[in-house]
C-alpha cells in the first residue's frame, strides 16, 4: 500500500476497493457521457486544436486538481 494514502486515508481494504469503484464509475461515467475514451477526447481534440478539446483539458484538469488535493493533503 502507498504511504500517502494510508497517512491520509488508512489502511482499510474495503474503503480502497469503494475508492477504486467510485473512480472507475466515474471514469465509466465521463466516457460515456462524452460519448467515447475521455483520453481521446481530450488528446485528439486538442491535437485537432478543436475548442471542445481545450475545453474538456480544462474541465479535467479543473476536477482533478482539486481532488487530488483533497485526497492527498500534505501534513503540516
Avoid: K
Amino acid at each position: 500500500m502507498h504511504p500517502l494514502w494510508q497517512a491520509n486515508l488508512g489502511d482499510s481494504r474495503g474503503l480502497r476497493y469503494l475508492a477504486a469503484f467510485a473512480g472507475g464509475f466515474i471514469v465509466l461515467y465521463g466516457a460515456r457521457l462524452a460519448g467515447g475514451c475521455t483520453s481521446r477526447r481530450m488528446m485528439s481534440g486538442m491535437m485537432q486544436t478543436a475548442l471542445s478539446g481545450f475545453i474538456f483539458a480544462v474541465g479535467a484538469f479543473a476536477a482533478g486538481i482539486p481532488t487530488a488535493m483533497l485526497l492527498y493533503r500534505r501534513e503540516a
